[in-house]
C-alpha cells in the first residue's frame, strides 16, 4: 500500500482543504478512533448499521487497486488526521482560526475542499456532492466512512478507470417515442430529439477512435429502461452513458450540467424525486461504485472546460432504473436545461451538440 501511495505522490502538487462550519446532527458520540479521542460529552453519530435490502451487489470487480480499508472503519467516522495518516499525507494543518477553521492537507493528486455541516465538496474546483456532511468532533473534522470510501479515495488515483483495448461502450439516447422527455422553452423541440442526435454524433466519432458502439435506438422508438440495461449486456459493454437534458420548470433560472452514478448503499442520495431512497438497497452495479465516480468525474470535467456551462456537480442517485442493473461503470449525464432560454438556445444548435459530443470522446480516448 505504502508503494503505492508513493508513486500516487510524485505526479501533481495540489492540496486539501477542509472548511469548518459547524455541526448538523446530534445523538451520541462515534467509537473512539486509534489517531484521536473523542469525549464522550460530544454526541455526534454515525447512521445505525445498515442490513441489507433487496437485490444483492455482486462482488466488486477487480479493476482498480485499492489498499486494504480498516476493519474499523466501516459505518463509523474517521477523522480527518487518521484518514490522511492512512494515505500517507500526514496530518492537516490549520490555516484559519475558529469558527470557520480551514485544514490544508498537501497532496499530489487533487484540490479537494470538504466544509464542515455541507454535502458539496470539491475536487480539483468541480462539485461533487457527499453522502454525510462533514462533522466536527471534539475541535476537529471528521468524515464519514462510506464517503472516504466511495469519494475521497477513488479521486486520489484520477483518472483511474482505465478501458481495455477492444473497448465496446452502450449509448443510451434519453427518452424515445412516447416518452419526449423535456420540452425547450426556445424553440417547443423535444429533448428525446437531443438526445438521440447528440447521441448519433458521439457514436461517429468513437467508432473513428477504434470504439465498437452500441446505441440503446437509432429512431424515435419507445425503449424500456430494462432494454436499456440489456442492450449493454448483449454488447458485453465496457461502460453504459445515458445522455439527457433537464429542466426545471417552472424555474427559468436554473443552468447548468450535472452528472449522476448510483448512490453507494449505505448513502442517502441527492435527488430521489418520487422514489422511496432506501440507503439499505444493494443494486448489481454498486459493484462498480468507485469506477462509476471516477468515470463521472472525468466526464464532467471534459464537458464543463469543453462548454463553460456551469457547475451542478457529479451527484449520487438511487432512482434511475437505467444505472441500477449495470454490469459495468455507468453514468448519466444532464447536460444543460431546455427550461433556461440561453441553454436550450444552445443545445438547439448542431454545433452546441457537436461540442458535446467531442467533449465525450475526447474524456473516453
Known sequence: MMAMVDVWKSGLAAFLIVGIA?????????????????????????????????????????????????????????????????????????????????????????????????????CNGLECWLGYAPQLINGLPYIHALDARKNFQPLLSLPGYRFKTNRTIAIDPGHGGKDSGARSIF??????????????????????????????????ADVSLQERVAAADRANADVFLSLHFNSGLPNRELAGIETYCLTPTGMPSHLVRTYEDDPRQSYPNNAYDEQNFQVA???????????????????????????????????????????????????????YRQK??????????
Not at 24 to 31: C, I, L, M, W
Not at 84 to 100: E, Q
Not at 356 to 365: F, G, T, V
Open 22 to 122: 459547524g455541526c448538523q446532527t446530534a445523538s451520541k458520540p462515534p467509537a473512539p478512533l486509534t489517531t484521536v479521542t473523542v469525549e464522550e460529552r460530544l454526541e455526534i453519530a454515525p447512521p445505525a448499521p445498515l442490513e441489507p435490502a433487496g437485490v444483492a451487489a455482486s462482488a466488486p470487480p477487480a479493476l482498480v487497486v485499492q489498499p486494504i480499508w480498516p476493519t474499523n472503519w466501516f459505518n463509523t467516522w474517521i477523522s480527518l488526521e487518521s484518514w490522511g495518516k492512512y494515505n500517507n499525507l500526514g496530518k492537516p494543518i490549520r490555516v484559519s482560526p475558529a469558527p470557520h477553521a480551514t485544514y490544508q492537507f498537501q497532496t499530489t493528486n487533487a484540490a479537494m475542499s470538504i466544509k464542515v455541516g455541507s454535502r458539496v465538496a470539491y
Open 187 to 220: 424553440n417547443g423541440e423535444f429533448e428525446k430529439t437531443y438526445t438521440l442526435d447528440w447521441a448519433q454524433r458521439m457514436a461517429r466519432l468513437l467508432a473513428s477512435n477504434g470504439w465498437n458502439v452500441v446505441l440503446t435506438r437509432t429512431r424515435d
Open 297 to 351: 468525474m472525468r466526464l464532467h470535467r471534459t464537458l464543463l472546460q469543453s462548454t463553460g456551462a456551469t457547475d451542478r456537480g457529479v451527484r449520487r442517485a438511487r432512482f434511475m432504473g437505467v444505472l441500477r442493473g449495470q454490469n459495468r461503470p455507468a453514468v448519466l449525464l444532464e447536460a444543460g436545461y431546455l427550461s433556461n432560454a440561453g441553454e436550450a438556445r444552445n443545445i438547439a444548435s448542431p454545433e
Open 356 to 365: 458535446l459530443a467531442e467533449a465525450l470522446a475526447r474524456a473516453l480516448d
